[in-house]
């Protein structure tokens, strides 16, 4: 698809970014989508064109549960033969449960579509309603995976485009009521994003433009790798405890931590009917401190690629979202180890608590100043 660009400052192409207002006046008929399709889960936020109020706003784990062979009834809500998200994951006992993503790629085409037109379900519109959809991809996304998608989402949504995540992410923690404070640090004019998901840590710089394949890393080390070597670890460690990839996730999201724990990690699991206490606080810090290294290394490697005239801005503005940022002292130990390899007063910021809808809430943003030219359709 052709985007017609404007250059910014480094003769770079950028995509004309234009007022909400300009560019959508009166299309009743028209739902704009921000849509966050990630490894684990998915955010989905809509609004009519020109209107502020959202209309569609929903998260739902990124599983599609098919129900197994010889089930009895009743045992599934209504018998169903397929279930997602929340309800999927409830009743795992009794169903095959497939992703649609991993490692950030959409591989799996059939649960992948079975997954988008649930989500169709969600969106409650007016028979005829045209529904235009940004999607985010990972950063470095090729041109197969790019089709995966559009192929997923034919004859659900009737126009697409796809835009890196990291990308989103910035855009949807910009302050737009903010942009004429002489203190606010627009993220979206330079900044790096570091939006570490479950399949993928997408490294990007951000500087005003959507970005090139130059401008961003993406690294399959994310946080269902951390899963797997805590895991691994406690496999090891523990060899009569075997313990279902939820609890691990869980025992991840509890204790994760990078530098000195607060206080050792000390999980409760159930063994064979019975009740233990292990200490993974070695399991969980050994696989953490290895996603640091990894996203210190990618950050090594991006700062070069920038302009030495925006670099010393550009380190000022270090911002960690998605769930890896979750984990504690991530931060405030990227920026020590940055301090401690010379690099001139970094500031790595976290994006908070609400990280899980920047992607989507991004998406929205792009998907209202969008012009009508730059929508890709898509035929069934």
Known sequence: MSTPS?????????????????QHKAEPNVLLLGFDWG???????GANPGEAELIVNEMVPTIVG?????????????NA????????????????????MVDGVLLDQASARDFALHLRTLIQVEPGTEIRAVIGVPANADSSARENIRHAVSGIFNRVILIPEPFLAALGFRGESRLSDPAYVDPVRNSMFIDIGAGTTD????QGYYPTSADQISLSFAGDKVDQMIDEGIRRTYPDCVLTSHKIREIKEKFSFVGQPAQPCIASVMIGGKARKLDVTEQVGAACAALLQQILVAVKDLIPRA????VEELLQ???LTGGGSCVRGLDSELQRLLIEDGYEKPIVKLVGANYKEF????ALKAARSARDDQWQQLVK
């Open 81 to 100: 033969s397929i279930l997602y998200g929340l309800q999927a994951i409830q009743y795992r006992l009794h169903l095959n449960l497939k992703a649609p």
């Open 317 to 319: 503005n270090i911002i």
């Open 359 to 362: 992607v989507a809430k991004g």
């Open 203 to 206: 490294v990007c710089l951000v």
């Open 39 to 45: 490894t684990n889960t998915s955010c989905i936020q």
């Open 66 to 78: 098919y129900a197994k062979e010889g089930i009895v009834n009743d045992l599934l809500p209504n």
């Open 6 to 22: 404007t250059t910014n400052r480094a003769g770079r192409a950028t995509p004309a970014i234009e007022s909400a207002s300009a």
């Open 307 to 310: 302009s030495s005239d925006t």
